[in-house]
């Protein structure tokens, strides 16, 4: 159902761009108030210019630090590399990263609001982008989400970048996974995600991406 629905937008829009971007990550929890997160993802060509294919772009290198404020309230800060010259010709990219989440659950729903700055450095430009995201996830058998079951992520988020020489840009993402809870340290998730990426301009960019995952705790 997901393939079928990623080319019936590829077919439906125009400037439309294609990937399949698999992660790996694990959070590892120091005590009741501090976790780490390592994380290791792909992204991959699969529409480019039109044409179906499978060709690598880069890959992502991450560590996030969080430390909990209240019971549903987090900060936490973020380093992140990104190997993109190893695969075609772009830039690789150092990133920081600050944000601060809040979460609430009034009924099996839980919502979640995070907002984040970060500062994206290639060895031609610095940027500056600052993220706004709400998201819910909800599981999908019960009121509570039990080993083996599956639960809903859905989220839309927007976000303004501006670097010196440049105009500033706006992005909209909007993106729906379905998860399985495998046992009680280890979820997987897939999904799509849509990008409107600077749509002011003239001649905005649409991008989807084919999203799988999986998650370890331990």
């Given at each position: 159902?997901?393939?079928?629905?990623?080319?019936?937008?590829?077919?439906?829009q125009e400037?439309?761009?294609?990937?399949?971007?698999?992660?790996?990550?694990?959070?590892?929890?120091?005590?009741?108030?501090?976790?780490?997160?390592?994380?290791?993802?792909?992204?991959?060509?699969?529409?480019?210019?039109?044409?179906?294919?499978?060709?690598?772009?880069?890959?992502?290198?991450?560590?996030?630090?969080?430390?909990?404020?209240?019971?549903?309230?987090?900060?936490?800060?973020?380093?992140?590399?990104?190997?993109?010259?190893?695969?075609?010709?772009?830039?690789?990219?150092?990133?920081?990263?600050?944000?601060?989440?809040?979460?609430?659950?009034?009924?099996?729903?839980?919502?979640?609001?995070?907002?984040?700055?970060?500062?994206?450095?290639?060895?031609?430009?610095?940027?500056?982008?600052?993220?706004?995201?709400?998201?819910?996830?909800?599981?999908?058998?019960?009121?509570?989400?039990?080993?083996?079951?599956?639960?809903?992520?859905?989220?839309?988020?927007?976000?303004?970048?501006?670097?010196?020489?440049?105009?500033?840009?706006?992005?909209?993402?909007?993106?729906?996974?379905?998860?399985?809870?495998?046992?009680?340290?280890?979820?997987?998730?897939?999904?799509?995600e849509y990008?409107?990426?600077?749509?002011?301009?003239?001649?905005?960019?649409?991008?989807?991406?084919?999203?799988?995952?999986?998650?370890?705790?331990?």
């Open positions: 159902m997901l393939f079928l629905l990623f080319v019936g937008m590829a077919s439906a400037n439309l761009t294609g990937y399949w971007e698999p992660k790996f990550s694990v959070n590892y929890k120091v005590t009741g108030l501090y976790s780490h997160n390592f994380s290791l993802s792909n992204r991959n060509y699969l529409l480019d210019d039109g044409q179906f294919t499978l060709q690598g772009r880069q890959l992502d290198l991450a560590h996030f630090s969080k430390l909990k404020v209240r019971d549903n309230q987090s900060i936490s800060v973020g380093v992140q590399y990104r190997f993109r010259n190893n695969f075609e010709d772009g830039e690789n990219e150092l990133r920081f990263t600050q944000q601060y989440n809040f979460t609430y659950r009034p009924y099996t729903i839980r919502f979640g609001h995070r907002i984040s700055a970060e500062q994206r450095i290639t060895q031609s430009l610095t940027t500056h982008r600052f993220r706004y995201r709400i998201a819910l996830d909800v599981p999908l058998q019960g009121e509570k989400l039990d080993p083996g079951e599956p639960y809903f992520v859905g989220s839309l988020e927007n976000l303004w970048s501006v670097s010196k020489g440049n105009s500033p840009q706006y992005d909209t993402r909007i993106s729906s996974q379905i998860g399985w809870l495998i046992g009680k340290d280890l979820t997987i998730q897939l999904g799509l990008r409107f990426e600077d749509f002011t301009a003239v001649s905005p960019k649409n991008v989807i991406f084919l999203l799988t995952g999986a998650q370890l705790a331990l």
